[in-house]
């Protein structure tokens, strides 16, 4: 028993190791460098709470880009699990050649985050880009994506938003769990398509609906390479979100104190609203064997 226990703590180590030193040391080391004046060459001074008293009373900059990362999270989260919803039901279907088609839908998710498809999202919707190509060739004026800062914060959104597919597979999964008799009873008492998805799929699969919310919602607060390759913040900071501010402060100002202050900042917002999405949860996720009036 002995034996087996420390082959099993032998199998671990190394994430335990891990854990310890890549998240656990700096998780608690930002915390207290929170607190301090730091700028990577000097000692860290002590300042207590100048730092997010800052925060709060005089920093503009903090202020757009809290409310420019609010209005990013809350536009592309619902906008890509409605749409990553709806591709998986329609790739539920047995088609000829859904797996290939499955796969094409999924590509976009591995490749979405990578420099490369940033750059390459910014010369599409350039000036002279596919897209304004595209407008003009249907007699429509250009558009400037990137100048105006409604278009710019748009455009970082529909890029969030083209990442459907981990969302997707994890919908199309949920779906297929989904009892088949359940649609035949429906479609017996005369229930069209799209009222057995409203009374019937969606009831059935809010668990993996709750979950995805989640993990889409941490990930969105955390976006950094679209807004920093492809606006690098502009116009006027409207595609500033947190992440980029925390980067600058950082990297740019080398002030380690106040950018861990924003980091922080930052997790205890994704902590709050993560901690109303699981008791808000209680009111319409629904679990196998729950029995609810």
Known sequence: MTRSRFLGL???APY????VIFTMIPFVGSFYLSFTDY?????????????????????????????????YVFTT??????????????????????NVFRTAFYVPSILGGSIAIAVLWRYIFAS???????????????????????NALLTISLLRCWQFGSAMV?????LQSVDKSLYEAAEIDGASKFTSFVFITIPLITPVIFFNLIMQMVQAFQEFNGPYIITQGGPLKSTYLL?????????RRFDMGYASAIAWV?????MALTLVAFWSSKKWVYYAGDKRS
Not at 170 to 174: G, N, P, Q
């Open 266 to 270: 930052l997790f205890i917002i994704i």
């Open 39 to 71: 700028n990577l060459m000097d000692a860290p001074r002590w300042t207590g709470l100048k730092n997010y008293i800052e925060l709060f009373t005089s920093d503009r900059t903090f202020r757009k880009s809290l409310s420019v990362t609010l209005i």
């Open 170 to 174: 994890i919908f199309l999964a949920a």
């Open 128 to 150: 002279e880009g596919l897209v304004n190509m595209v407008l003009v060739s249907l007699g429509i004026e250009p558009v400037n994506w990137f100048g105006d800062p409604t």
């Open 77 to 98: 989260v619902p906008l890509k699990l409605a749409f990553a919803l709806f591709i998986a039901y329609i790739l539920n279907y047995k088609l000829r050649f859904i």
């Open 16 to 19: 335990i190791v891990g854990l």
């Open 243 to 251: 992440p980029l501010y925390i980067y600058d402060e950082a990297f």
């Open 10 to 12: 032998g199998y671990l």
